[in-house]
């Protein structure tokens, strides 16, 4: 029997050295060259450096006027309200001058004189001309109309924007939190450990525990090293992720404040979700926009329309000349021509200016079924646009569903993840009194203590997994995650 015995601890001996082995050569292949190094070279950079804590408001505010999507999005409303502009500039009359100066060289018939002459000689010419629609098939209006319709789209596509961009950020920065809690799970366990590795050496040493004891402690050591690399590195990844969003350059010294967030009841959760629903079809932004561009197809098509209707024109034209030949004259008693030198050019101004205008109406009759087809496209793009419209409804149905189904579900997780950790908890006090006397070895204990380990990190996962979805749910009800500045 002693033999046995004997043979037993060599042999559990020798699996606890190969699992000290096996993790360290995990540390080392794995949390060394591409953990802990990236995060050693991460404090590298910013250890002379001050770390900046940033709040949630800072967050969002940081990313609402810096973010790449929502400056595009500003850019669009920018367009928007530039197309507004030229449909206004619709409206009024074109004017244009004109002024020409040329050179006559040979036999030329003088503008001025209406004489053919044969020299060089100049002329200039001055000119003003004004037009004005009168009547277009509405068009202008309707151009004006559905201006006014893309610059309120472009301000709902901003809006959506943001909400999205807020909810990005929110989550992200909940993440880090999450990566931070869990760190500190794994480093509390790391110095439980660590005790009860100075503990174990002492009992070996005093000859109450065999060394496989010793050995397993060990082992469980450097599993927890290989934990806490592998949340480090989840923390950073977590705080790149968040800095990025943020637009950040300076990010090695970006770094959230730790504030402590517990899950509440949210009375929107008591809500059914029919009146969820309802409520989201009046806020969300996302029906707004598929209203806003089912109104400008309609206005598209009677855009089209309007080329088919007569055109009415009003144009004006002033117009002046000089030149700078020398006159020929006829001599009043004797009847004979002869040459004099030109007028003063602001003379020739007074005496050649003239004036016209008129009206013109233009009426299509046949040109390729080019005004035909024009119409007939905007009704297909409006019977386009108008599915989107009925499928965003559908969209922001199923939406509102589904966030409604995951809250409920995180909060059953997180209240199954409570009593599960304070059971694990239990059991681990209890291992901790049978381990302390003698009456439970450390391979049993250490897995009583991963598995309490396990559910605190649950627990935490769980935690902000709910407070992020009822959030979502909150957000279809109208009421924002963080209030915007």
């Known amino acids: ?47 002379n450096a001050q770390v900046k804590n940033w709040t949630l408001q800072e967050c969002v505010e940081y990313a ?159 599993t927890d090293n290989k934990n806490i690399a592998v949340a480090e590195n989840a923390l950073l990844i977590s705080r790149l992720s968040l800095a990025q969003l943020l637009q950040l350059q300076d990010f090695e010294n970006f770094d959230v404040a730790d504030v402590s967030i517990e899950p509440a009841p949210s009375p929107v959760m008591s809500e059914t979700p029919e009146a969820i629903f309802a409520k989201a079809k009046e806020v969300r932004v996302e029906i707004k926009i598929a209203q806003a561009n089912l109104d400008l197809a309609e206005r598209d098509i009677k855009i089209a329309r309007g080329a088919m209707h007569p055109s009415l024109t009003f144009g ?19 009847g004979q021509p002869y040459t004099a030198s030109p007028l003063p050019v602001f003379d020739q101004f007074s005496d050649n200016k003239g004036h016209n205008f008129g009206l013109q109406l233009s009426i299509p009759i046949l040109n390729g079924f080019s005004a035909r087809n024009s119409v007939e496209r905007s009704k297909v793009a409006f019977e386009r646009t108008k599915n989107t419209f009925d499928q965003a409804k559908l969209d922001l149905e199923l939406n509102v569903y589904k966030a409604i189904t995951d809250a409920r579900g995180a909060l059953k997780t997180y209240e199954a993840a409570v009593i599960t950790v304070e ?33 605190q990190s649950d627990v935490i996962r769980a935690k902000y997994d709910y407070i992020f979805k009822t959030k979502v749910v909150e957000l279809y009800f109208g009421i924002p995650i963080i209030q915007k500045q």
């Open 316 to 334: 004006y034209n002033f117009g002046t000349n000089a030149s700078y030949a020398d006159r020929i004259l006829f001599d009043q008693n004797t």
């Open 64 to 222: 609402l006027k810096n973010n790449i999507s929502i400056k595009q999005s500003e850019l669009d409303i920018k367009l928007a309200n530039i197309d507004k502009s030229s449909a206004v500039g619709n409206f009024l009359p074109s004017i244009n001058g004109q002024v020409s100066h040329s050179w006559s060289i040979g036999a030329n018939t003088n503008p001025v004189t209406n004489l053919r002459e044969n020299q060089t000689t100049q002329y200039t010419q001055v000119g003003l001309g004004s037009n004005v629609t009168l009547y277009g098939g509405l068009q202008n209006i309707n151009r004006l109309r559905r201006a006014k319709l893309a610059q309120l789209a472009s301000q709902y596509q901003l809006t959506k924007m943001q909400d999205d961009i807020l909810l990005y950020v929110a989550n992200a920065y909940l993440d880090i939190l999450f990566n931070k809690e869990n760190l500190k799970v794994q480093q509390n366990q790391l110095i439980f450990d660590e005790k009860q590795l100075t503990r174990a050496d002492e009992l070996v040493k005093a000859g109450s525990v065999p060394r496989g004891d010793l050995l397993d402690m060990k082992a469980t050591i450097a």
């Open 423 to 455: 059971a694990r908890q239990e059991a681990f006090n209890y291992a901790k009194e049978k381990f302390a006397v003698g009456l439970m070895n450390s391979f049993d204990f250490n897995q009583s203590q991963t598995v309490y380990v396990a559910a």
């Open 1 to 47: 029997m002693s033999l046995n015995k004997e043979l037993k601890d060599k042999n559990h001996i020798f699996v606890l050295l190969e699992k000290v082995k096996f993790a360290n050569q995990f540390i080392m292949k794995y949390s060394m060259p591409k953990v802990a190094l990236l995060f050693i070279l991460f404090l590298g950079f910013s250890a």
